[in-house]
Every structure is written in C-alpha cells, then in structure tokens.
Nanobody
Framework: QLQLVESGGGLVQPGGSLRLSCAAYGFTLDSYAVGWFRQAPGKEQEGVSSISNSGDITYYADSVKDRFTISRDNAKNTVYLQMTSLKPEDTAVYYC?????????????????WGQGTQVTVSS
C-alpha cells in the first residue's frame, strides 16, 4: 500500500519548536518532490514549503521563511519540516504530499500522494 505518514505534531508554546516527519511506505521517495501544506480551521489550504527529489531546491512561503527548514533523508525515505519560532498563527493541520519528478511548486492538484495530516497547535 502506497502511503505517506506524518508525525511530530503537538502542542507547543509560542516561540517553541517542532520537527515534523513525513515517511513514505510502499514507494521510494527519492523519485518524488515533496511539499508541506497546512490548513487552519475556517481557512484555505496553504502551501508551506517544498523540496526537490534530490534536496537541492527548496522553497518557503513568506509566512514561514527564516523560521521553517525543509530537508530530506532519502536513505530513510523521509522528509522533515523543522519549525522554529512558532506563532499562534502557525496552528493548523499539516500535510505532506509527494509529486513524481524532480521538483514541484506548491500546487495541490499536482501532487500524487497525500498523508493524513498531523495537528500543530501553538498556544500558551
């Protein structure tokens, strides 16, 4: 069964950090670009960050630039999103998605596989 599984979400205080993981099962992630998206209650889905299949290209939305870092370990079939200086407005369900090929912009319909999401809550 082909699937992506996110983990690492939770409750954190403002200014804190979390690292999300996105592990692939049933397929080899190194042939896929990966994106992170998030959706807060009552808001539209937002593209957060993306990384090429080799890891040499990364992209960040302005809202997370200089605070979040995307990386990947293809040997572990996993992509990570390190989140620092978290703000209440970062509260959302975070999803990872995989798109076959070298690199993909954060356009949801272009992605082939999606995880089930992990909740991130930033609150004091």
């Amino acid at each position: 069964q082909l699937q992506l599984v996110e983990s690492g979400g939770g409750l954190v205080q403002p200014g804190g950090s979390l690292r999300l993981s996105c592990a692939a099962y049933g397929f080899t992630l190194d042939s896929y670009a990966v994106g992170w998206f998030r959706q807060a209650p009552g808001k539209e889905q937002e593209g957060v960050s993306s990384i090429s299949n080799s890891g040499d290209i990364t992209y960040y939305a302005d809202s997370v630039k200089d605070r979040f870092t995307i990386s990947r370990d293809n040997a572990k079939n996993t992509v990570y999103l390190q989140m620092t200086s978290l703000k209440p407005e970062d509260t959302a369900v975070y999803y990872c998605a995989a798109d076959y090929g070298y690199y993909s912009a954060l356009i949801p319909y272009e992605y082939d596989y999606w995880g089930q999401g992990t909740q991130v809550t930033v609150s004091s």
